[in-house]
């Protein structure tokens, strides 16, 4: 039997460490912040970039998917109390939505592993299954548009802004990765994956 742990059970022994859940909190703190200040890139035409998933990516990438699940629990139940009460009743959907991109973020990213082909690959997925498939699902469920006439509006939309992400979110781990190393004890780590380089 291999001595190598499951990468599941690697993110779920991260959650032993003050290490991992102070700095999930504050990624999740931040994360709702950018979102309630509405602090975004505007490009043409009708495209914006919100930072909230950089975030998110650094949890999954820092602590693996498990973390990276719950954490997308989190901010989006959080989220949701702080600042869209306003916006009606709440929807599990967008939670599951979360969910499953804290576990594409974990399965690309983790344990601590940045390259152009892994943030491309991680990218891909949530805005193929979570932006493009889910979120279209959820829309159509509570806002009544025809599905069809959804996805003619977001499917070039998260094409378009696949390339700009995916170089946004590269450099953005990579800069987490070097902070995060700067922290005391993180040089050795509190699981094998501390000794992964970029």
Known sequence: MSKKKNIFVRSLHELKSTRCLALTALLISVNIALDLLGLTIKLPPNLRISFGFLCNAAVGMLFGPAVGM??????????????????????????????????????WLY???????????????????CNIGLNTLWLTMTGG???G???????????????IETVLLYFAMRMVLRLYRTLPGASGGECAAGKNTL
């Open 70 to 107: 719950m954490a997308g629990v989190c901010t989006d139940v959080l989220g949701y109390f702080a600042g869209n009460l306003t916006m009606g009743a709440y929807f599990p959907g967008w939670t599951l939505t979360a969910v499953v991109a804290g576990l594409f973020w974990g399965l």
């Open 111 to 129: 344990p601590r592993r940045v390259t152009v082909g892994r943030a491309l690959g991680a990218k891909a997925c949530i805005n193929l299954f």
């Open 145 to 147: 548009d025809a599905m």
């Open 149 to 163: 006439a959804l996805l003619v509006l977001r499917v070039p939309k998260n094409l378009i802004l696949l390339p």
